[in-house]
Each structure stands twice: as structure tokens, then as C-alpha cells.
């Protein structure tokens, strides 16, 4: 299986500011179509998790642009361009190549 | 609208079974492939099993096989769970998942006790 790895575990961010996140795959994530499914997902406190990010860098409707994502083959970075209140959570990338193996990172927990 | 909600969930004793359900809506159920993706209290997010569309392929975590059983009913726009043999480490929310992960139910609570 395909091993997620997240850093940090914790990232206290301050308002106004940016933040990024990393993970990394202990496998390449392209998939024999071409295309590299990780995503990455936002739960906030009480709720289930939300996909943000899906293909690298494809933002779901309804999530702002100062969320963006990248990267290729094992590593990959989200990033937040100015922290809104709204950020508060715990954020996962996970990989979908593998699917129906779907594995996730360990969580990074995002603190204002 | 996607809509899933979970349903079953509960206090069982180790060794129990249980029979989660997922309902679906806002899309059409048949066409696409589902999981149960489960996070224990406090804890990050675990796959646990998978279903085709069609029901004819099923894929299980390792740490759950021969002891689940995923299935569902296209006619009924229901994905379930069936869990047995059910260990204290099995206690988690139980979330119904679309594979494209676009769609999260609101979890069903398992909690595993004696």
C-alpha cells in the first residue's frame, strides 16, 4: 500500500499569513491513465471530512482560491495563500490511484 | 445535492455484529462506486471497504476482512455494512463515502464495549 506521510502534524498559522502542508507518497501516484489522484480534504471540528483538492491541484466548487495544490509522482504540497478564521481544522491528503486501496495521511492539524 | 446518511450504528460487546446502512440521493446510485471509510475517536481517516457499482467487485482493509461484508441494493439507493466479530479497536464513526470522494455521510458511531 501506499504509504501517506503528512508534515507538520501541527501548524499553528497566523491570520493574514500563508501556510502549506506537505505529503508524501511512499509510491508514485500516476496513475497507468496518465493522471495522479491525490486529494486533499478539510475536516472541521464536528463535521466530515470536505474535499478541497482533487488531481494535484483541481479545486472543488465552492473552495476559495487561496487554497491551492501541487506537486508530482511522491510529493505534493497544499497551500494557503491568507489564513482566514475559517482554516481551523485538520487537513488530509489522500491517494486515489490505488483505489479501491484509498490511504490517507496521518492528518496535519491547523491552529490560528 | 449528494446526500448520504449513515444508519445503525451503536454500543455493541466484543464479538457482536452490526449492520450499518448507507441511504443515497442526488445522484444516480447505480453509476457509481462507493466506501466505508472509518476514524476512530480522536484519531485520522481509515479505509475500511469498497463496492463496485454494479456490487461485483468488493474489496476489504486488511484489518477488517473476513469479518465484514460490504454490499448494497441499486434498487434501493442503500450501500451496507455488514460488521461481525467486532474487536474494541473496530469502535470508530463509520462514514459512507462516493469514490470519487466528492460525498461524505454525517458518520454512524460504532463503539465497541463490554
Known amino acids: 500500500d501506499a504509504v501517506m506521510t503528512q508534515s507538520p502534524l501541527s501548524l499553528p498559522v497566523t491570520l493574514g499569513q500563508p501556510a502549506s502542508i506537505s505529503c508524501r507518497s511512499s509510491?508514485?501516484?500516476?496513475?497507468?491513465?496518465?493522471?495522479?489522484?491525490l486529494n486533499w480534504f478539510q475536516q472541521r471540528p464536528g463535521q466530515s471530512p470536505r474535499r478541497l483538492i482533487y488531481?494535484?491541484?483541481n479545486r472543488d466548487s465552492g473552495v476559495p482560491d487561496r487554497f491551492s495544490g501541487s506537486g508530482s509522482g511522491t510529493d505534493f504540497t497544499l497551500k494557503i495563500s491568507r489564513v482566514e478564521a475559517e482554516v481551523v481544522g485538520v487537513y488530509y491528503c489522500?491517494?486515489?490511484?490505488?483505489?479501491?486501496?484509498?490511504?490517507f495521511g496521518q492528518g496535519t492539524k491547523v491552529e490560528i | 445535492e449528494v446526500q448520504l446518511v449513515e444508519s445503525g450504528g451503536g454500543l455493541v460487546q466484543p464479538g457482536g455484529s452490526l449492520r450499518l446502512s448507507c441511504s443515497a440521493s442526488?445522484?444516480?446510485?447505480?453509476?457509481?462506486?462507493l466506501s466505508w471509510v472509518r476514524q476512530a475517536p480522536g484519531k485520522g481517516l481509515e479505509y475500511v471497504s469498497a463496492?463496485?457499482?454494479?456490487?461485483?467487485?468488493?474489496h476489504y482493509a486488511d484489518s477488517v476482512k473476513g469479518r465484514f461484508i460490504i454490499s448494497r441494493d441499486n434498487s434501493k439507493n442503500t450501500l451496507y455494512l455488514q460488521m461481525s466479530s467486532l474487536r474494541l479497536e473496530d469502535t470508530a464513526v463509520y462514514y459512507c463515502?462516493?469514490?470519487?470522494?466528492?460525498?461524505w455521510g454525517q458518520g454512524t458511531l460504532v463503539t465497541v464495549s463490554s
Open positions: 463515502v462516493l469514490a470519487t470522494g466528492t460525498g
Open positions: 442526488g445522484f444516480t446510485f447505480s453509476g457509481y462506486a
Open positions: 463496492i463496485t457499482s454494479n456490487g461485483g467487485s468488493t
Open positions: 509510491q508514485s501516484l500516476v496513475h497507468s491513465d496518465g493522471n495522479t489522484y
Open positions: 488531481q494535484v491541484s
Open positions: 489522500m491517494q486515489g490511484t490505488h483505489w479501491p486501496r484509498w490511504t
